[in-house]
């Protein structure tokens, strides 16, 4: 594999990549040519074609593309000049050269959920639960691929199932301290919180909104999931079911990060906070890993609006 990052100018290329935009534009001499965005687990780079006769078959956004070029640098900027492309077709590729993966594998942190679920004491509550990572098998397969993310924290294949099993960790860990909180709805608002998401994003390699995740947002669309598929549960107690809805919809602690409501209760406090420890974390981790920058300080990181101090790296 001829990961983006380690291209060179001048380097013959033929390797797959995620188209991931295409623009067609003119040149002033009125010629048309394709600017396309490529990108693969290590980066992006653009890609341009200059002869459209050089397309194989038509291919789209959001295809895996199969790409025959050269690198050259044009303004100080890496970009591939394409002679051939054309849609991948299955099984040439492996994905996970595509796209970041979870670093703990997925059956590890799907059995740590579903170990998590068992220590459920309301059977109904983990009825409830287990709908979403086991009895509805299509949902169950989502959650162990899709993202947390667009492009921020957990942005890649599994990160949804990590950052779920994260959070219910953290926020269990507060009722060492808290010995009042109620452990079973940390656990199911941990692993539901971001059940929205699933309908929010779309599955890779797509990663974009869907139209339905522009209009309501992934916290009104888990709590229509878990709210009508809790009431199909006669067993579980209304007021049970209110208390997971609220923490679904306050996780983001404040009105102005799109909560509809702020936590009123510990256990969505806790959720809160667990949640907002987990993607900060992830946020500084992968900024830090991903800094090439001499010395031990990351470059200006305009998410975090910060710069962070890298202990152990580039001591050399």
Known sequence: MEFIADLKEGQHVIE???????????TKAGKDYFKIMLEDR???????????NMLVEPFSKGDIVKVDGRVQIYQETK????????????NEYDISNLFRTSRIPIETMYQKAMSMIERIQDPALKRLVLYFYKDNA????????????????????GGLLEHSVSVATLALGYKEIYPNLDADLLIAGGLLHDIGKLKELQMLPVSDYTDEG????????GYQ????????IVELAPEKLTMLCHM???HHGKLEYASPVVPATMEAMALNMA????????????????????????SFNRTLERYLYKPEENKA
């Open 275 to 298: 949640d907002l420890a987990d993607s900060q974390l992830k946020l500084m981790e992968d900024a830090i890993k991903g800094d090439n920058s001499e010395g031990h300080w990351t």
């Open 42 to 52: 290590s980066g992006s780079v653009i890609g341009m074609i200059w002869d459209l």
């Open 16 to 26: 797959f990549y995620l188209c991931k935009e295409k623009q067609q534009l003119v």
């Open 138 to 157: 299509d949902i169950a397969r989502r959650l162990k691929r899709h993202p947390a993310a667009k492009n921020i924290h957990h942005g890649y294949i």
């Open 225 to 232: 999931m878990v709210y009508e598929q809790g009431c199909k």
């Open 248 to 250: 679904i919809l306050s």
């Open 79 to 90: 970009q591939i000049n394409i002679v051939r492309i054309r849609p991948a077709k299955e």
């Open 214 to 221: 522009r209009l309501l947002g992934h916290i009104t669309i």
